[in-house]
């Protein structure tokens, strides 16, 4: 079984961060729009992430919000994280970006301009989740002057912008198209007769019958399959 890499959020955690009163900056975003803002370092911003992604109980949305946060943070700070490792990130970014001044105008300009882009709607909706819980960790932290956590309470309440639903990367599948495949599958694992077969057999009754994510078929172990009343029963942990 492969080893979970660890992040080097925690060790950016322990340090001490000095809060100057005054901190906050007038900045023009793209277009006209001008907002107060607040004047954030690499640091600053690594720690409301870390704080932000061990607030979330299970695995997959931690993992979720950390490929999330690390994303906003690249585009934030206008750096090129694409040749460093995703465990070091944090860590780099604190030695190379420099201060810059976040505010609500420029989370919807990302999210305009780089999540809509590319992203489904449903994850723009995780990242812009992931960067508004940021923003409220940094206004309970001690990390900003007391102005300056106002700002950030203020700046969570940015209003999600609405995704084109078109371009969703993929559809329910009607009760008929489900039951072929299932019948595919089986058939398939039936006449090869494998191990693996077999195995990708179970795989595809668990997501389509009892509605498992990915990563929660791929981590389940013997010891969660148990019987009640004599009966076999799958314990998931999960959402």
């Not at 975003?29 to 932000?52: D, F, N």
């Not at 106002?150 to 209003?159: D, H, I, T, V, Y």
Request: glycine content about 6%; hydrophobic content about 45%; charged content about 25%.
């Amino acid at each position: 079984m492969a080893k979970k890499a660890k992040t080097d959020l925690a060790v950016i955690e322990k340090r001490s961060i000095e809060v100057v009163d005054g901190s906050s900056a007038l900045t023009a975003t793209a277009g006209p729009e001008v907002g107060l803002g607040v004047i954030c370092s690499p640091e600053q911003w690594a720690l409301c992430s870390h704080a932000a992604i061990t607030a979330q109980r299970s695995e997959h949305s931690r993992r979720a919000y950390e490929r999330a946060l690390r994303e906003f943070a690249a585009w934030l700070f206008r750096v090129d994280a694409s040749r460093v490792a995703p465990v070091t990130f944090w860590t780099w970014l604190t030695a190379t970006g420099g201060p810059v001044v976040l505010n609500k105008q420029i989370v919807v300009t990302y999210s305009r301009e780089v999540l809509e882009a590319r992203l489904s709607p449903v994850a723009v909706g995780v990242h812009l989740a992931a960067i508004r819980r940021a923003l409220r960790e940094g206004a309970d932290a001690e990390w900003f002057s007391p102005a300056d956590r106002l700002r950030l309470e203020s700046a969570a309440r940015f209003a999600s912008p609405k995704v084109d639903q078109t371009r969703a990367t993929g559809r329910r599948l009607s009760k008929g198209e489900v039951a072929r495949f299932l019948q595919s599958v089986s058939r398939r694992s039936i006449a090869e007769g494998t191990l693996r077969s077999a195995q990708d057999e179970v795989i595809a009754y668990l997501l389509a019958l009892a509605g498992l994510r990915r990563s929660e078929v791929a981590g389940l172990r013997w010891a969660d399959v148990q019987t009640d009343e004599g009966r076999p029963v799958l314990v998931v942990e999960g959402k």
